[in-house]
């Protein structure tokens, strides 16, 4: 462990100020950030704990919009009545994120925020662009069981792990971010994360100092939610593929809105509107689901040990339709 310093943020301006400099990163539930220190990936000098700041809140907006305060921990919000009843595969999500424990402590910006759990990114004796720009991909070639078949790039092909992440991505959620000059913007979560390109260890849209302080879910639209998460183990584990799904439907059983989002296969959570043109306007059934599992998985690729993951993410989304829209 490398020694740095530590304080604790008693307001906004303050923190953002103390993090603008040099080496600095916030710290608030440290559940990823803690492990990385101990590892030697992460060597911030100094850390600035924002977990007592007044983020907590989850407030629910006159236009319909839920806000949910950068430090609202992750088990509150899974278990908030407002979420559980018009969001629910935010709460779905959650749950099948971690261990009990982990969501009593993680927090909503940290949760948006944690790194992938790509091995070599974790050796530090392997190569890792992500990790070290220039020196290579192991997982290419390696063992990659876990790892990207889309969007990957030659640079790097490791998975965005969060959970809640992908459920908020379907939701159209935005991050609410503010400056060490108190400028707040908003950024589409769809928009938050970059593609590894060449530069796989710029992982979002997050300028120097920038602090998340909420996330905005809009009003769903209608439809039933479902967030299905298939993994190696029943907890404690991260995604091999998952899928957040919304449809609504018509009388007459057509597809009338639709929103298809994937975790476990990407750098990224990722939005399959691929997948959502070939379900809307068309009949709830098995046979619409398979041709838009298919057009999802149309620029899939493989990495040898992770080939399975394609058919899986298939399956997946084709089982996830079936029970929020039914089938026939």
């Not at 018009?86 to 969501?103: C, I, T, Y």
Request: overall charge neutral; charged content about 20%.
């Amino acid at each position: 462990m490398r020694s740095f310093t530590y304080e604790r943020a008693t307001d906004v301006p303050s923190a953002v100020a103390a993090v603008s400099g040099n080496g600095a990163k916030y710290i608030s539930g440290g559940t990823n950030l803690l492990d990385l220190m101990k590892l030697g990936i992460e060597t911030p000098s100094h850390l600035v704990d924002i977990s007592r700041l007044p983020l907590r809140d989850i407030e629910e907006l006159p236009d319909g919009t839920l806000h949910i305060g950068s430090q609202a921990v992750n088990s509150v919000v899974a278990g908030d009545p407002r979420v559980r009843a018009r969001w629910p595969m935010v709460s779905e999500a959650l749950v099948a994120g971690a261990s009990g424990q982990l969501r009593n402590k993680a927090s909503t910006g940290g949760n948006l925020l944690q790194r992938t759990r790509c091995a070599f990114f974790y050796d530090t004796a392997a190569g890792c662009n992500k990790r070290d720009p220039g020196s290579g991909c192991s997982a290419i070639g390696g063992f990659n069981r876990i790892h990207a078949i889309l969007g990957a790039s030659d640079s790097c092909i490791a998975t965005h792990p969060s959970d809640m992440a992908v459920a908020m991505t379907a939701l159209d959620a935005e991050v609410e971010l503010v400056d060490a000059e108190q400028t707040v913007r908003r950024v589409a979560l769809s928009d938050f994360y970059r593609l590894p390109g060449d530069t796989p260890h710029i992982e979002n849209e997050l300028r120097p100092g920038e602090m998340i302080t909420a996330v905005v879910l809009p009003p769903p639209p209608p439809g039933r939610q479902k967030y299905r998460k298939v993994r190696d183990r029943a907890s404690y584990e991260f995604a091999l593929v998952s899928v957040a799904a919304l449809v609504s439907t018509t009388d007459e059983g057509m597809i009338s809105e639709v929103r298809v989002a994937f975790g476990g296969v990407a750098h990224k959570p990722w939005r399959s509107v691929e997948a959502e043109a070939a379900l809307i306007g068309r009949p709830a059934a098995m046979a619409t689901y398979r041709a838009a599992a298919e057009e999802a998985m149309r620029d899939a690729v493989g990495q040898g040990h992770n080939d399975f993951k394609i058919d899986l993410a298939r399956r997946t989304l084709c089982r996830t339709l079936a029970q929020v829209a039914g089938a026939s």
